[in-house]
């Protein structure tokens, strides 16, 4: 079974994404005091007296509404409330109890669900706050008094999510689960290709071009393995980023690359690569991630008899430092070869962790060296002695010699292609380091 899961709901800009950073322990939810700045659901992992869980933090909910944005975050919401063991509802303590938060609490009531009453910004201690006593009137139990900012009555409210979880079940083993980040510029698909793998909607899907502000988290088992998705906010260009949560954003999407095993960098299939396309896919090949170009929007693409293959030439030619990574073009929208992202994504996984005994290594050695003599420079000639694989994900190899400055990057890159003539390593990028053995050794 899978770990129990708290969400945090309430109205916008009572908090919730400051406690939720508080309870996991780090700056997953972007913070502001925007209202709205949180739209879907972001998750995180904690614990408390020996129990792991899930937390999952939403956007604030508007019970009316006219703006479809708001109409999204409510949704979301009401989601998570759907798949939650327990619930936190999130007040102000300050504006007291409001028309929205009755509202709220009617719709946790029905829930059914174990619900808590967090009053935030409880930010003193020492006294008793009588202004707390109001939120009774929501009818579910006694109100918890906490502090996002300082983490004052934290604690009281943990012990009240464990109190509630369901038995403690064996926990599933998490290291074979495949961590895969959707990146791209905004606009090109990620939340439609996510909702569409998920076969819900686990994500906001609009037009508008930023509609997805976090990182998001979303574990996902089929016939082919098990899977965590993280869909992301499109990166843009920095002389684009004119807000601050833009920037977080931009922060988390380069986050959720370190994050995960493998990277699937969308390009929109009508616009082709864009400059910022290939600023996106040179942070995923420097972080040495697994990769897959994923071509989305192909269904409304004109084509005729060598459409695919000049767009794949197109694309290879501008991402030519990642000739590694395999092409797949879909339809996030009918659905057109999603299915086949599994079988790539697993692939290149293993591939990227693939280790090659130093014996196979010095025996490709052997033979590109005497294929291809090594470079002399002013009479004195490269020597080199043997190579090992020390690392994975990506693979690293050492390659030790006489003079590392002898050791021409075009010669580094033939070897590396001799390896993957050999191995494949298909959709990883390699890494080669130089050392320099000393003069007893030579």
Same mark, same amino acid.
């Given at each position: 079974m899978a770990k129990p899961l708290v969400a945090i709901v309430g109205r916008p800009n009572v908090g919730k994404s400051m406690l939720f950073n508080k309870l996991t322990g780090k700056r997953t939810a972007i913070v502001e005091d925007t209202p709205g700045v949180t739209r879907d659901r972001i998750y995180g992992a904690s614990d408390w007296n020996g129990r792991d869980f899930e937390l999952v933090d939403?956007?604030?909910?508007?019970?009316?509404?006219?703006?479809d944005m708001l109409k999204f975050m409510r949704r979301q919401a009401e989601i998570a409330i759907e798949t939650a063991d327990v619930i936190v509802m999130v007040t102000d303590v300050h504006t007291g109890v409001t028309a929205a938060d009755m509202e709220i609490a009617a719709l946790l009531q029905r829930s059914k669900k174990p619900v808590c009453v967090a009053v935030n910004k409880c930010d003193s201690v020492g006294r008793i706050n009588t202004d707390?006593?109001?939120?009774?009137?929501?009818?579910?139990?006694?109100?918890?008094?906490?502090?996002?900012?300082?983490g004052h009555g934290t604690g009281d409210l943990l012990d009240w999510c464990v109190e509630n979880f369901p038995e403690k079940s064996e926990e599933e083993e998490q290291s074979d689960i495949i961590n895969v980040a959707i990146i791209g510029k905004p606009n090109v698909g990620k939340s439609s290709l996510l909702n569409r793998i998920l076969g819900f909607e686990r994500v906001i899907v609009s037009d508008v071009a930023g509609t997805t502000r976090d990182a998001i988290d979303s574990r996902f088992d089929n016939d082919f393995g098990k899977y965590r998705f993280i869909d992301t906010a499109g990166m843009r260009r920095k002389?684009?980023?004119?807000?601050?949560?833009?920037?977080?954003?931009?922060?988390?999407?380069?986050?959720?690359?370190?994050?995960?095993?493998?990277?699937?960098?969308?390009?929109d299939a009508e616009e082709g690569v864009t400059d910022q396309d290939t600023k996106i896919a040179g942070l995923a090949h420097e972080a040495g991630k697994a990769c897959i170009i994923v071509v989305n929007k192909w269904d409304v693409v004109e084509k005729e008899t060598n459409t695919m293959n000049e767009k794949?030439? &197109? +694309? %290879? !030619?501008?991402l030519g430092y990642m000739p590694y990574a395999p092409l797949l073009f879909i339809s996030a929208l009918t659905g057109q070869r999603v299915n086949k992202l599994f079988e790539l994504i697993n692939f290149v996984s293993e591939q990227s962790a693939m280790r090659i005994t130093t014996g196979m290594l010095n025996n490709i050695l052997a033979d590109a060296t005497a294929r291809v003599q090594p470079p002399t420079d002013k009479g004195r000639r490269l020597k080199i002695y043997?190579?090992?694989?020390?690392?994975?994900?990506?693979?690293?190899?050492?390659?030790?010699?006489?003079?590392?400055?002898?050791?021409h990057f075009s010669y580094q890159r033939y070897?590396?292609? &001799? +390896? %993957? !003539?050999?191995?494949?390593?298909?959709?990883?990028?390699?890494?080669?380091?130089?050392?320099?053995k000393g003069d007893q050794e030579e």
């Amino acid at each position: 079974m899978a770990k129990p899961l708290v969400a945090i709901v309430g109205r916008p800009n009572v908090g919730k994404s400051m406690l939720f950073n508080k309870l996991t322990g780090k700056r997953t939810a972007i913070v502001e005091d925007t209202p709205g700045v949180t739209r879907d659901r972001i998750y995180g992992a904690s614990d408390w007296n020996g129990r792991d869980f899930e937390l999952v933090d939403t956007g604030g909910i508007e019970p009316k509404t006219d703006s479809d944005m708001l109409k999204f975050m409510r949704r979301q919401a009401e989601i998570a409330i759907e798949t939650a063991d327990v619930i936190v509802m999130v007040t102000d303590v300050h504006t007291g109890v409001t028309a929205a938060d009755m509202e709220i609490a009617a719709l946790l009531q029905r829930s059914k669900k174990p619900v808590c009453v967090a009053v935030n910004k409880c930010d003193s201690v020492g006294r008793i706050n009588t202004d707390v006593y109001e939120f009774y009137a929501l009818g579910l139990g006694d109100p918890i008094e906490v502090s996002a900012l300082h983490g004052h009555g934290t604690g009281d409210l943990l012990d009240w999510c464990v109190e509630n979880f369901p038995e403690k079940s064996e926990e599933e083993e998490q290291s074979d689960i495949i961590n895969v980040a959707i990146i791209g510029k905004p606009n090109v698909g990620k939340s439609s290709l996510l909702n569409r793998i998920l076969g819900f909607e686990r994500v906001i899907v609009s037009d508008v071009a930023g509609t997805t502000r976090d990182a998001i988290d979303s574990r996902f088992d089929n016939d082919f393995g098990k899977y965590r998705f993280i869909d992301t906010a499109g990166m843009r260009r920095k002389s684009k980023v004119d807000d601050a949560i833009e920037r977080y954003s931009n922060m988390r999407a380069i986050a959720a690359i370190d994050r995960a095993d493998v990277c699937l960098i969308l390009i929109d299939a009508e616009e082709g690569v864009t400059d910022q396309d290939t600023k996106i896919a040179g942070l995923a090949h420097e972080a040495g991630k697994a990769c897959i170009i994923v071509v989305n929007k192909w269904d409304v693409v004109e084509k005729e008899t060598n459409t695919m293959n000049e767009k794949t030439a &197109q +694309i %290879r !030619a501008q991402l030519g430092y990642m000739p590694y990574a395999p092409l797949l073009f879909i339809s996030a929208l009918t659905g057109q070869r999603v299915n086949k992202l599994f079988e790539l994504i697993n692939f290149v996984s293993e591939q990227s962790a693939m280790r090659i005994t130093t014996g196979m290594l010095n025996n490709i050695l052997a033979d590109a060296t005497a294929r291809v003599q090594p470079p002399t420079d002013k009479g004195r000639r490269l020597k080199i002695y043997y190579m090992t694989q020390v690392g994975v994900k990506p693979p690293h190899f050492v390659i030790f010699c006489n003079d590392a400055r002898l050791f021409h990057f075009s010669y580094q890159r033939y070897l590396e292609n &001799q +390896i %993957r !003539a050999v191995f494949g390593l298909e959709g990883t990028p390699v890494r080669i380091t130089i050392r320099q053995k000393g003069d007893q050794e030579e």
